[in-house]
């Protein structure tokens, strides 16, 4: 798996130009962009939740959390195996370097077609993020959030909306759930929130319907519990949430139950 560390500057940033280039003219690399429209966020249940049966290529996806450990990484990671079956790679901006190639490699995802980018800087985060977004042959961006300055954050992120429009690709962001009063120009927003077992509210435990097939819930200690709201689709219904289990051992994601529409997170769009 290619990656472009930020110890020279220059030399990351000339060198993952290089590679944007070589994408943007080869062969074979641009089959994204005259293949589905709608790309599965590879969780059926989450699909089902979603206007568009999943997400739309061209566009940004948000994901709001509190922090690591809440297991958001393995939610939005899930889109990476339906996107690049079209063609093109992923390419991963990770400054906090908290991307784990062996959890992307259990999770199915093709390293070898993935880009691993480790920026020190804000600026050149910011630059990756739009370069990515603009070249048809990434099929997926996945940026975390310190990509943004939060001085021009509605800009930047307008920037970025404008840069996936025109690659026709994804863009998957990670930024925190405190953030989700703000104005954003992502067409879907979902926040991701820990839920403790046993919590008020929570389903009890109980067999779950997988993702993929019936099947009993994991083993304690192995599990943990999501609360999972959609907060925004663009164009869509209004919010809903469901409460999600991972099994922290296969990273199987199971669909506990859906909930009613939920009112309880204020939504905002920057369109």
Not at 26 to 43: D, K, L, N, V, Y
Not at 57 to 82: F, H, I, K, N, S
Not at 83 to 102: K, Y
Not at 120 to 139: F, I, K, M, N
């Amino acid at each position: 798996m290619p990656q472009y560390h930020d110890g020279s500057r220059a030399d990351t940033l000339r060198q993952l130009a290089s590679r944007l280039r070589q994408l943007q003219a080869g062969r074979g690399t641009t089959a994204h962009r005259t293949g589905r429209e709608i790309i599965s966020s590879g969780m059926p249940d989450l699909d089902r939740l979603l206007p568009d049966g999943g997400f739309r290529r061209g566009t940004l996806v948000e994901w709001l959390a509190d922090g690591p450990g809440t297991g958001v990484e393995r939610l939005l990671l899930q889109v990476v195996p339906p996107a690049l079956q079209e063609g093109g790679v992923c390419l991963v901006i990770d400054p906090r370097q908290e991307f784990s190639p062996a959890l992307a490699a259990a999770m199915n995802i093709d390293l070898q077609r993935t880009l691993l980018v480790r920026p020190g800087r804000a600026e050149d985060a910011v630059w990756a993020a739009e370069q990515s977004l603009r070249c048809p042959g990434v099929a997926v961006t996945i940026a975390w959030s310190e990509l943004l300055d939060r001085s021009a954050e509605n800009r930047i992120l307008r920037r970025l909306q404008l840069a996936a429009e025109t690659g026709g690709g994804l863009g998957v962001l990670l930024r925190p759930a405190s953030l989700q009063g703000q104005p954003s120009w992502a067409d879907i927003r979902l926040l991701v929130r820990p839920v403790p077992p046993g919590a008020r509210g929570a389903p009890p435990a109980a067999p779950v319907h997988s993702l993929h097939k019936e099947t009993d819930v994991a083993p304690e200690g192995v599990r943990h519990w999501m609360e999972l709201d959609i907060l925004h689709c663009r164009g869509g219904l209004g919010s809903r949430a469901a409460f999600l289990e991972i099994d922290d051992e296969t990273g199987a994601v199971h669909l506990v139950s859906e909930l009613a529409d939920s009112t309880s997170s204020p939504r905002a769009t920057g369109a």
